[in-house]
């Protein structure tokens, strides 16, 4: 997901330490596993795999909640994140290490 305008939404390691708040916290409602993640300042990449909710069901729990977050906490009146969710089935995981 990436920020609005592509306005960083990771602004310090507090942001990222919430994100990951977040993500516990909605795998306590939705399971899912966690394969990979790559967070930058302005978005970030998770390949997760949902075998119980819908994937866009649990990608929406976690950006709602992340956004109430930091729009709380900076005193945003603004849409933190711009498009819309994909998702790509993966097919094959390759082990790079």
Same mark, same amino acid.
């Given at each position: *997901?990436?920020? %609005? %305008?592509?306005?960083? /939404?990771? +602004?310090?390691?507090?942001? @990222?330490?919430?994100?990951?708040? @977040?993500?516990?916290?909605?795998? *306590? ?5 966690? /394969? #990979?993640?790559? /967070? *930058?300042?302005?978005?970030?990449? =998770?390949? /997760?795999? #949902?075998?119980?909710?819908? =994937?866009? +069901?649990? *990608?929406?729990?976690? %950006?709602?909640?992340? #956004?109430?977050?930091?729009? +709380?906490? %900076? ?11 994909? #998702?790509? +089935? !993966?097919?094959?995981?390759?082990? !790079?290490?």
């Amino acid at each position: *997901m990436r920020g %609005n %305008n592509r306005q960083d /939404i990771f +602004k310090s390691e507090t942001d @990222v330490a919430e994100f990951f708040r @977040v993500l516990h916290y909605s795998y *306590m409602k939705q399971p899912f596993t966690l /394969i #990979s993640y790559c /967070i *930058m300042t302005n978005h970030y990449h =998770l390949l /997760i795999r #949902s075998p119980e909710a819908p =994937l866009g +069901k649990v *990608m929406g729990h976690i %950006n709602r909640l992340y #956004s109430v977050t930091i729009t +709380k906490r %900076n005193n945003l009146t603004l849409v933190t994140y711009m498009g819309v969710v994909t #998702s790509q +089935k !993966v097919r094959k995981i390759l082990q !790079v290490f």
